[in-house]
């Protein structure tokens, strides 16, 4: 009884010690960095409100442009009309079809790659030579082959997510140690127990950074692919504004891109987080 007494507040205190400077640093980091961040973009926007109100003329000129209350007021009148949701709306039903294949997709043959042999040369070569090819490259093939051009603009978005999630997630399976493949196999596991046990938690950190990579260059794919054949969305809603000189209007475009770029890509980066506590930097960065 008295070793239990003894050693439990031992423990208690132990913990206490532990947590307590993992909270507090926790907390000091989102008083730090966001500020910081928030500090950052202000100091942007006020920047280029000056540059533009002054008409400065530099080696770029910054008096064709319109200033930061334009374009916020531009905005804010955009947020009023049913139109800006609707191509709000359809351009995340695209990134999301067209994301989803990829994810569901490019996991798989990622693995495959990384553990066949036979994959690497047979499905490994034809995607070594595709995937040097802009995904916008392919719009005059997808308007061609598929029956739609909704369905083009998913597979080009696609398309632009496939090969950095399948090149991340072969990367992955190829780092992983062979020692805690043969340790399962050892212990009488069987071949599901090692794509269970140990390559999926064992790949989840890099396949989580070609996701993070995939969504942004699937954006930019596929605001292109509005632009060129598109009749509803952000991307094609900005072409149009462009098209009648609206230039306020084109950067609303711009800026909503932007924040539907970060919110996807942060959104996929916290997942990641969640799921992979276990590395140390994870903990260090949340």
């Not at 990829?102 to 990622?110: F, L, T």
């Not at 891109?257 to 140390?280: D, K």
């Amino acid at each position: 009884m008295m070793a239990t007494a003894t050693v439990t507040p031992a423990l208690d205190l132990q913990t206490r010690s532990v947590t307590a400077p993992k909270s507090a640093r926790s907390r000091s980091h989102w008083l730090t960095v966001w500020p910081l961040r928030i500090l950052v973009l202000v100091a942007a926007a006020g920047l280029w409100q000056f540059l533009t109100t002054a008409d400065v003329v530099l080696w770029a000129r910054f008096d064709t442009v319109p200033s930061v209350t334009d374009i916020a007021q531009a905005f804010w009148t955009s947020l009023g009309t049913e139109e800006y949701y609707l191509d709000l709306g359809q351009s995340l039903i695209r990134i999301g079809a067209g994301f989803a294949l990829a994810v569901g997709v490019g996991v798989p043959v990622g693995i495959l790659l990384g553990r066949s042999r036979i994959a690497t040369n047979t499905v490994g070569t034809l995607t070594e030579v595709l995937r040097p090819i802009p995904a916008i490259a392919l719009v005059p093939v997808a308007i061609l082959v598929l029956p739609t051009d909704e369905a083009g603009m998913v597979f080009i978005t696609f398309v632009a997510a496939f090969f950095p999630i399948s090149v991340a997630t072969r990367h992955a399976v190829r780092a992983l140690p062979t020692i805690w493949e043969d340790s399962v196999l050892t212990m009488g596991g069987r071949k599901r127990d090692v794509i269970l046990r140990v390559v999926l938690p064992g790949i989840a950190p890099g396949v989580f950074s070609g996701l993070s990579v995939g969504i942004g260059v699937a954006w930019i794919c596929l605001i292109s692919a509005e632009m060129i054949s598109g009749r509803l969305g952000v991307g094609y809603r900005t072409w149009q504004a462009y098209t009648v000189v609206d230039y306020p209007q084109v950067f609303v475009g711009m800026l909503t891109i932007g924040i539907l770029g970060a919110l996807t890509s942060g959104g996929i980066e916290l997942i990641g987080r969640r799921l992979t506590r276990w590395l140390p930097r994870a903990q260090e960065t949340r």
